[in-house]
C-alpha cells in the first residue's frame, strides 16, 4: 500500500487523467469548502485549505492545511474533541470519467495533526471496442474488484455468465496499458 508523506504528495500521486490526460479533480461532495486554488508547477491546482464535516448532524468540522499539514478543529462544547477522524477524498477525472483514485486521510484531533495518509483505491474503465470492462484496486483490503458490462445490443443473444461483479485477490493494475490488467483477468476467469 502507498502510504504519502504529505497531503499535496497525495493529491499530486496522478495530477492527470491516464486514459484522456485531463486534469483530475477533487471531488467535494463531502467537503465544507476549500479556499482559493493554486497552481503548483502548472501541474496541479490545490486548495490552501480543505475542510470536513465530523458529522452531518452537528457543527463539527476539521481542517487540514495543505501546505503545513496542519490540522483546526471547531467543534460545539457538547461535542467531543478528542479520538482519531478517517476520512477518503476522491480524486477523478470529469472529462472521460473513466479514472478516479481515493485517498485515506487520517488526523488526530486531539494532537491536532495528521497521522497518515494513504493510497485506499484505483479505478479505471476501458472499452475493448464494445464491453465496458472496469477495475478497482482496493488496496486497504488488499483486493480487486472486476466489472463486466456487455454490449447487448451488439450480440442480444449471448448472454455472459461473467456479467457483474467478481472479486480477487489484488491484482497489480497497469494503468499505462489497462487491456493487459483485464487480459490477465479474462484469463483466471477462465480457471474458476
Known amino acids: 500500500m502507498i502510504q ?4 499535496l504528495e497525495a493529491i499530486s500521486y496522478h495530477t492527470n487523467c491516464v486514459i484522456c490526460q485531463e486534469k483530475l479533480s477533487i471531488n467535494d461532495r463531502d467537503l465544507v469548502d476549500y479556499d482559493t486554488k493554486l497552481s503548483i508547477n502548472d501541474r496541479v491546482c490545490k486548495p490552501e485549505k480543505i475542510s470536513f464535516y465530523i458529522s452531518q448532524r452537528n457543527d463539527d468540522i476539521v481542517s487540514l492545511d495543505t501546505n503545513t499539514d496542519e490540522i483546526s478543529f471547531v467543534a460545539p462544547e ?6 482519531v477522524f478517517i476520512h477518503g ?3 477523478h477525472c470529469e472529462d472521460c470519467c ?3 483514485y481515493n485517498i485515506q486521510i487520517h488526523m488526530d484531533l486531539g494532537q491536532k495533526k495528521l497521522i497518515e495518509i494513504f493510497l485506499n483505491s484505483e479505478s479505471i474503465s476501458v472499452e475493448d471496442g464494445r464491453d465496458l470492462h472496469e477495475i478497482k484496486n482496493i488496496y486497504a483490503m488488499k483486493k480487486t474488484e472486476y466489472n ?3 454490449n447487448e445490443l451488439a450480440e442480444p443473444q449471448q448472454e455472459s ?3 457483474g461483479r467478481i472479486i480477487f485477490p489484488l491484482i ?3 494503468l499505462i496499458n489497462p487491456m493487459e490488467t483485464v487480459n490477465r483477468i479474462r484469463n483466471l476467469i477462465i480457471y474458476t
Open 4 to 7: 504519502f508523506k504529505t497531503f
Open 78 to 83: 457538547y461535542s467531543a474533541s478528542h479520538g
Open 89 to 91: 477524498l476522491t480524486l
Open 98 to 100: 473513466q479514472f478516479a
Open 148 to 150: 463486466y458490462f456487455p
Open 161 to 163: 455468465k461473467y456479467k
Open 172 to 174: 497489480p493494475l497497469n
